[in-house]
């Protein structure tokens, strides 16, 4: 059987001929007393089998003769299945999940030594649950106590989430077909925002008017709905979406879907009634302006901090000019004086996770160049807070700049030749956003 999750499994293989590596489902989340979350997988499980039940355990074992891919899950039980959903089960999953060989979860203690006894190192991820993490810990500490009689077992324990961030930072082509489709969803989802969008209207009708789109095509969001009017847009994580939208409020929304495990992450901001004041519009101007040139900073072998470098540049200078910071750019720049109204980075790796794994710097401290199969977001932004205070040295400022949030944020592959900004789909000029 040839899956993308096979070939996944036989490139990491190939990095760790003599070693053994764990990988664990996501642990439950509950969401109070005995009711749980909706079950999402890891997105390192997930990559490497396409399984998504919890309490499962992937073991492979490229140096076992006959087992090189374990999988561990909830044996079949009618019962339980009839109150907390099917299973796949022992039978099927080998097949199915093309494992050498499959075991019922409760075997694990009893069979993991098997596949951890003559491996030169264990790659496992010390993660969020705890629990497994001592168990892990237990079994490696008996192999170690019994190492001198044996001579051989796991001499020490290695990353395994490091091992797979090399691959899942460049996307397959079946990949970024599957974050077309979650861009295509959200796309649809933010041009139908802005004619729901309107003074009177609350900013969680706007969220259920795009969830809804989400739902009907499957999806769910892929991280909680940012819908943020007025000075709500300067809370970088603003989640309540509870107020009523006025005249004269800029709407910021960062809302994405997720559809088969894949996320878009798209923030647009826009004027409630249709049409910029000067100051908002000024502010706009230039975050486009700073987003525009950081996406064409996106290239293949350009270094990963280029973009953001261009971005505050940018950013400085025309804050300079409006005679909100004062100074020298570069001075500025280096004090990261800009920090004051745009606090955060300018992207991140966008994929299984929303904010996705990939290393960006060498140990040398150089950044890490993009190559084709990224997928980043590119998302600056300024944001003046009601009660902003200059620091010392920088001016006091009008209050008619106050409480104007602005980000645009786009999701941007790296081709061959250059980039493509994957939600292009949203418009982003002004004269779009006016009416
Ligand atoms: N929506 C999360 C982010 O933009 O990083
Ligand atoms: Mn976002
Ligand atoms: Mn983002």
Known sequence: MDTVYQ????????????????????????????????????????????????????????????????????????????WSGRRVGVEAAKEQFGADVVFPIHELDEKLPEYLKTADRLYYHLGRHDGFNQKVLRHWQRLIATYAKRGTGPVAIEDAHLLLQGMRRVKTPEEIELMRKAVAVSVKAHNHAREVAQPGRYEYEVQAEMEHLFRLAGGTPAYPSIV???????????????R????????????????????????????????????????????????????????????????????????????????LLAGDVDTLIEEKKHRAFFMHGTGHFLGLDVHDTGILRNADKT???????????????????????????QPAIDDCWRGIGIRIEDDVLVTPEGNEVLTAGVPKEIAALEH
């Open 244 to 323: 009523q939208m006025q005249a004269k409020d800029l709407l910021l929304i960062d809302a994405g879907c997720c559809c088969d495990y894949y996320n878009a992450d798209i923030t647009r901001t826009f004027p409630v009634d249709g049409r910029f004041t000067p100051e908002q519009r000024v502010l706009y101007e230039l975050v486009l302006e700073a987003q525009l040139k950081a996406i064409a900073a996106v290239q293949p072998g350009q270094p990963f901090n280029a973009f953001h470098d261009a971005a505050v540049r940018t950013i400085t200078e025309g804050l300079v000019e409006l005679g």
């Open 367 to 393: 950044w890490k160049p993009f190559e084709p199969g990224n997928v980043v977001t590119v998302e600056p932004g300024i944001y003046i807070t009601p009660d902003y205070e200059p620091a010392e040295g």
């Open 228 to 242: 943020a009017s007025g000075d709500n847009a300067c809370i970088l994580h603003y989640i309540e979406n509870n």
């Open 7 to 82: 070939r996944r499994r036989q490139a990491l293989m190939a990095q760790i001929p003599h070693g053994t590596a764990i990988f664990t489902s996501a642990p439950h989340a509950v969401m109070h007393n005995d009711v749980e979350h909706v079950f999402r997988q890891d997105s390192d499980f997930y990559y490497l089998t396409g399984f998504n039940e919890p309490d499962a355990v992937a073991v492979l074992a490229p140096h076992h003769g006959e087992h090189r891919f374990v999988l561990f899950l909830r044996p079949k039980d009618r019962d339980r299945e009839i």
